[in-house]
């Protein structure tokens, strides 16, 4: 995954710290990324308790792309924008597979079922927005032997699953997180 040095200078500081992380952990290894910089797709809860949980009406400004998104929330268009742009400089499908509040949906939150990408080809950037969930993944290591991962991501901060890996989270009730997913191109 080369980037050419003009495409560099000019991206978004968050768009270059996960190119960076990408580059590390991309068919290799889970991993967490603590960002130095927002994504302006995800608005992040910094700790307050309450949290708005409700889908938006999708009603919001599309030209308003430079503005974030109040805490907990997510902007369509700028999460169309972020995945458009990781698209292009990964040579990726990229695209917003669902955006999930543990606990608000009846089997979802504490101890949740282990589960997998249907077809196990696609990788995943979960990024938390609210709250804090605990993440277990399983699945086989560069060395062909399974491994395991553990984890708890807070507000701000992405989880790399590779394809393949199942995973599990336990998170406190309004605990909310995007996934991301992300495949080579036909795939």
């Not at 308790?49 to 700028?78: F, K, M, R, Y």
């Not at 101890?111 to 995943?124: K, M, N, S």
Request: with cysteine; net charge negative.
């Amino acid at each position: 995954m080369d980037m050419p040095d003009e495409a560099w200078e000019r991206e978004a500081p968050h768009l270059r710290e996960i190119l960076l992380f990408l580059s590390v952990h991309l068919g290799r290894a889970p991993g967490v990324l603590w960002p130095e910089y927002d994504n302006p797709a995800f608005g992040v809860d910094d700790g307050d308790d309450t949290i708005d949980t409700e889908e938006g009406d999708g009603a919001e400004d599309a030209d308003d792309a430079g503005a974030g998104s109040a805490a907990g929330d997510v902007c369509p268009a700028q999460v169309d924008r972020f995945t458009a742009e990781l698209a292009s400089l990964t040579g990726l499908s990229v695209w917003l597979d669902r955006v999930e509040t543990a606990g608000a949906a009846p089997g979802v939150g504490v101890d949740a079922a282990w589960t997998r990408q249907p077809g196990g080809r696609e990788h995943l950037l979960i990024h938390q927005v609210a709250g804090a969930v605990t993440w277990q993944l399983t699945g086989t290591g560069d060395s062909g032997r399974p491994e395991s991962f553990q984890c708890r991501l807070l507000p701000g901060e992405l989880l790399y699953v590779p394809a393949g890996w199942s995973r599990r989270r336990v998170g406190v009730p309004q605990a909310r997180y995007v996934v991301i997913c992300l495949a080579s191109k036909g795939d």
